[in-house]
């Protein structure tokens, strides 16, 4: 089966492999790695055992990322895995991968961010907490300006808000090891009251989410067979430095005051330079989640691009404007963001959302106070349909390596079929988790998949130029 070649005009590669290290690192190191080690060291029995699960996190993401890397290499094209599933299962496949992306997932990544955004900014300016969710919006509009300013804008802000990121880990390890200096030394072990490493682990896999993103960039990329592999593995690797740094600045604080604190970054902060160090390090999450919900944006309007390229019911998204920026995606993106800001933060959004609910079974709608506003809500209800597609990604790398052995590939992955299998096998896991927690909140990212087929359905009953004749 063949894919049909994109169409339409697109900005010059203006993009290099920094670029996407820089994405990667902007995406990946978000907020969990400053709201979800209090969780993870709840779940284990000590410091060892919780950084033993950092290293099982960050080479299962690895793993992932070596997978990508070969069919990156091999289809370097602007659609990413929507590609790779069109490839591997069918352009009914990749059609459905893209859509439930532009329409749910991006859109959902990009809100957790922004209520993360909202509510360090409601910890930095006491003042602002009566405004919510009117900070999300803002942060959405603001992000959405800067991206359809042009390429380079998007560009140069990512970096940026990367570097500023970066910058202000360093001072978190810093802090560390002002601590450590101090004395005594905390205690690393004690007996957890609800032991599960497992669930633990869930959270782990959460904080390293979103380094596929780097692979919407291919298309605008120098040269993408080489430096994408290349992105994949130094933007995952790094991560994982970063994130085992981090930790052991929190273990100055002690295995029970960690199980505590909601932001042990802030707790090693205040402990090394006081209310300054608080401060700085409410500075450095705001920045953290300004990057992470930019990084979303910047590569999710490729893939939208991308999906209006290929297929004619799509086709009014495949639009760059003078400077370079995919307009139509950006605002479309936003719009998706807006929409479920709107049905997970206020009160007519949530008695809609649980009537449907009520609709499709459930006789008490959903619970909203289970997963404890905006952030966890986003996050619980889209987790299902990520992990879905993730596994779908690594089943399309061994299908293809049957199906397409003579397609070159400059990167091939190690030890295969190892990793694709490990990769399978963790998404699915990953799936059963997230479905078990949310029950019928996934619904809401479920749903759109319905409409995705009813899309297919129309883009298969009057095929355009853009779409191939294969199935």
């Not at 006081?274 to 910047?298: K, N």
Request: proline share 6%; aromatic share 10%.
């Amino acid at each position: 089966m063949s894919i049909p070649h994109p169409t339409g005009s697109t900005p010059a590669r203006a993009l290099g492999q920094w670029d996407a290290v820089s994405l990667i690192l902007g995406i990946v190191i978000g907020t969990s790695i400053f709201r979800s080690p209090s969780d993870i060291f709840s779940f284990t029995n000590g410091i060892h055992s919780a950084l033993l699960l950092w290293v099982a996190g960050g080479a299962l993401s690895i793993i992932g990322a070596l997978c990508f890397a070969e069919l990156a290499s091999a289809w370097p094209e602007r659609g990413g895995d929507a590609v790779y599933l069109s490839q591997a299962f069918g352009n009914w496949m990749g059609y459905l991968l893209g859509w439930c992306r532009v329409t749910v997932i991006i859109p959902a990544n990009v809100g957790i961010m922004a209520f993360a955004f909202q509510d360090y900014m409601g910890q930095a300016f006491p003042a602002l907490r009566d405004h919510s969710p009117w900070i999300a919006v803002a942060a959405v509009g603001v992000l959405t300006g800067v991206n359809l300013v042009g390429v380079q804008s998007g560009r140069h802000t990512q970096n940026l808000l990367t570097l500023a990121k970066i910058l202000g880990l360093g001072f978190v390890v810093v802090c560390g090891l002002v601590v450590a200096l101090q004395g005594p030394t905390p205690e690393w072990t004690a007996p957890a009251k609800y032991s599960n490493p497992g669930l633990a682990l869930v959270f782990i896999l959460y904080a390293f989410g979103g380094w596929n993103d780097a692979v919407y960039l291919a298309a605008e990329m120098d040269q993408p067979q080489r430096q994408l592999p290349r992105a994949l593995t130094m933007g995952v690797g790094a991560v994982c430095i970063v994130y085992l740094l981090i930790n052991l600045a929190y273990s100055t604080l002690g295995i029970q005051m960690l199980r505590a604190e909601s932001v042990p970054a802030a707790a090693v902060a205040q402990r090394a330079f006081g209310t300054t160090g608080t401060q700085l390090v409410t500075l450095l999450m705001v920045v953290s989640a300004l990057g992470a919900m930019h990084g979303t944006i910047f590569g999710g309007t490729r893939l939208a691009v991308a999906m209006g390229e290929r297929h004619r019911s799509l086709r009014w998204l495949a639009h760059w404007s003078g400077r370079g920026a995919p307009a139509r995606s950006t605002l479309l993106i936003a719009a998706g963001t807006l929409w479920l800001i709107a049905a997970v933060e206020t009160s007519i959004g949530q008695t809609t959302c649980s009537q449907i609910a009520r609709w499709l079974g459930a006789s008490e709608g959903i619970d909203w106070q289970r997963h404890h506003g905006g952030f966890s809500t986003l996050l619980a209800a889209t987790a299902p349909l990520f992990w879905m597609f993730f596994m779908l990604a690594g089943a399309a790398q061994i299908v293809l390596r049957i199906r397409e052995p003579e397609t070159p590939r400059a990167f091939r992955t190690p030890l295969y079929p190892l990793p694709p299998i490990l990769f399978i096998l963790t998404s699915a896991a990953m799936l059963y988790s997230s479905v078990s927690y949310v029950k019928w909140l996934a619904m809401l990212g479920f749903i759109p998949v319905i409409g995705g087929l009813l899309a297919w359905l129309y883009e298969r009953s009057d095929p355009g130029p853009t779409e191939s004749s294969a199935d």
